[in-house]
């Protein structure tokens, strides 16, 4: 018998598996989305305040040309402080700078700080100033956060302009969060993320002096979907993209996130992952939960999860802030997005899907060492937590869907 030599060019199974399942993935999240997916970026993993703030401010630092800054939070403080000066004197140099906040997750902002831009010649907007007379806007909010810088690099992730980010998660002083820092076409999917919001509050977007929309290079090796989630009635695309992922997904679904108060829907398709031998872990804020009420609301679900065969931790140094997904050692979806309701329905907000297995193996190896610095919940003796956590839960229970 004649034995028929592979083909060298062919690679082995497992490229060819690999390369079949890159492709599985991008396809469905194009075909789902309506998003196309652009190829040659360059994604760097910034994580906790201490690489994701010195990252930030070295790019606004390096700005020659534009700045643009959209945020859900900026808070006093020292990191805000460090955030208006550079922004500051970048337009005072000549470089024209935008920054749009929420009026809601930004209204403890210091009015010297924002005096400090404006006098500078910042372009400061507030996206939905709080007005009584428009109260079905006040629900629903910018969540975004995105930082492009001219036009070639950008930022996205969970961080906030606030001193709670700061340093490394050792201590309850210190959240835990983790940003990317983006060339290549991606750049574009992040700015008209920035536009999108800016437009509302401003009628100006386009400035033929300044803006040069250029032809972005493809500095690295990484496929990216920027997938933007807005307020409206039904479900949008964040929810499209979580549902997609999770029931695409054949061997391991990991998620961390800051806020997680899944519907019935959700659970059940955590569950039917679960069930087909899927291994679902999910990490979640512990003791220092920033908004306790939040996670009385997820609390509720723990039971549900636990019984199906969904594993769930809870992190411990401090508040766990990240809002971050991998799938099957294939696809990294990382943004400003939760696993709640807020997310999915009420809030404005952007995710960066990407199709990279070293991005997915480093985020994957972060998880891993939270798991280490976190609290197990088990089904056995969260069965027996006392009446007083249950009577919470189910005071909580009526009101969980506005989360």
Same mark, same amino acid.
């Given at each position: 018998?004649?034995?028929?030599?592979?083909d060298?060019?062919?690679?082995?199974?497992?490229e060819?598996?690999?390369?079949?399942?890159?492709?599985?993935?991008?396809?469905?999240?194009?075909?789902?989305?309506?998003?196309p997916?652009?190829?040659?970026?360059?994604?760097?993993?910034?994580?906790?305040?201490?690489?994701?703030?010195?990252?930030?401010?070295?790019?606004?630092?390096?700005?020659?040309?534009?700045?643009?800054?959209?945020t859900?939070?900026?808070?006093?403080?020292?990191?805000g402080?460090?955030?208006?000066?550079?922004?500051?004197?970048?337009?005072r140099?000549?470089?024209?700078?935008?920054?749009?906040?929420?009026s809601?997750?930004?209204?403890?902002?210091?009015?010297?700080?924002?005096?400090?831009?404006?006098?500078?010649?910042?372009?400061?907007?507030?996206?939905?100033?709080?007005?009584?007379?428009?109260?079905?806007?006040?629900?629903?909010?910018?969540?975004?956060k995105?930082?492009v810088v001219?036009?070639?690099?950008?930022?996205?992730?969970?961080?906030?302009?606030?001193?709670?980010?700061?340093?490394?998660?050792?201590?309850?002083?210190?959240?835990?969060?983790?940003?990317?820092?983006?060339?290549?076409?991606? &750049? /574009? %999917?992040l700015? *008209?993320?920035?536009?999108?919001?800016?437009?509302?509050?401003?009628?100006?977007?386009? $400035? =033929?002096?300044?803006?040069?929309?250029?032809?972005?290079?493809?500095?690295?090796?990484?496929?990216v979907?920027?997938?933007?989630?807005?307020?409206?009635?039904?479900?949008s695309?964040?929810?499209t993209?979580?549902?997609?992922?999770?029931?695409?997904?054949?061997?391991?679904?990991?998620?961390?996130?800051?806020?997680?108060?899944?519907?019935?829907?959700?659970?059940?398709?955590?569950?039917?992952?679960?069930?087909?031998?899927?291994?679902?872990?999910?990490?979640?804020?512990?003791?220092?939960a920033?908004?306790?009420?939040?996670?009385?609301?997820?609390?509720?679900?723990?039971?549900?999860?636990?019984?199906?065969?969904?594993?769930?931790?809870?992190?411990?140094?401090?508040?766990?802030?990240?809002?971050?997904?991998? &799938? /099957? %050692?294939?696809? *990294?979806?990382?943004?400003?997005?939760?696993?709640?309701?807020?997310s999915?329905?009420? $809030? =404005?907000?952007?995710?960066?899907?990407?199709?990279?297995?070293?991005?997915?193996?480093?985020?994957?190896?972060?998880?891993?060492?939270?798991?280490?610095?976190?609290?197990?919940?088990?089904?056995?003796?969260?069965?027996?937590?006392?009446?007083?956590?249950?009577?919470?839960?189910?005071?909580v229970?009526?009101?969980?869907?506005?989360?």
């Amino acid at each position: 018998m004649t034995m028929t030599q592979p083909d060298e060019h062919q690679g082995s199974d497992t490229e060819v598996s690999r390369a079949s399942g890159h492709v599985r993935f991008r396809r469905l999240l194009e075909g789902v989305l309506g998003v196309p997916a652009t190829e040659g970026n360059h994604i760097e993993i910034l994580r906790n305040g201490v690489e994701i703030f010195p990252a930030m401010l070295s790019a606004i630092n390096a700005a020659e040309h534009t700045v643009d800054l959209l945020t859900f939070v900026y808070w006093d403080g020292e990191i805000g402080e460090r955030f208006a000066s550079a922004l500051a004197e970048r337009a005072r140099a000549g470089v024209r700078v935008r920054v749009l906040i929420d009026s809601w997750g930004g209204h403890p902002m210091n009015h010297e700080m924002l005096a400090l831009m404006q006098d500078a010649g910042v372009d400061v907007q507030w996206f939905r100033p709080l007005r009584a007379w428009r109260p079905l806007r006040l629900n629903h909010r910018t969540h975004r956060k995105v930082l492009v810088v001219d036009e070639e690099v950008a930022f996205t992730g969970g961080v906030g302009i606030a001193d709670e980010w700061d340093g490394d998660a050792r201590n309850a002083d210190e959240w835990r969060d983790t940003h990317l820092r983006v060339r290549g076409p991606a &750049v /574009d %999917g992040l700015r *008209a993320a920035f536009l999108d919001n800016w437009l509302e509050a401003s009628p100006v977007f386009y $400035d =033929e002096r300044v803006d040069r929309f250029p032809e972005q290079p493809q500095p690295g090796s990484s496929t990216v979907l920027c997938v933007r989630g807005a307020a409206e009635v039904g479900q949008s695309d964040v929810a499209t993209l979580f549902h997609a992922l999770i029931q695409a997904a054949r061997h391991r679904i990991r998620i961390a996130t800051a806020y997680f108060v899944p519907d019935e829907e959700m659970i059940q398709l955590l569950c039917d992952a679960a069930a087909r031998g899927v291994e679902v872990q999910i990490l979640l804020p512990g003791d220092h939960a920033d908004k306790r009420f939040v996670q009385l609301a997820s609390e509720h679900a723990y039971e549900s999860l636990l019984e199906c065969g969904v594993g769930v931790w809870a992190f411990q140094p401090s508040m766990l802030h990240a809002k971050i997904m991998t &799938v /099957d %050692g294939e696809v *990294a979806n990382l943004g400003s997005a939760n696993v709640n309701r807020r997310s999915t329905q009420c $809030d =404005e907000e952007i995710n960066l899907v990407a199709l990279d297995r070293d991005i997915v193996a480093r985020l994957d190896e972060q998880f891993e060492e939270d798991l280490d610095r976190s609290l197990r919940i088990r089904h056995g003796r969260w069965n027996r937590r006392p009446w007083r956590q249950r009577i919470q839960e189910a005071v909580v229970l009526p009101i969980r869907s506005f989360f």
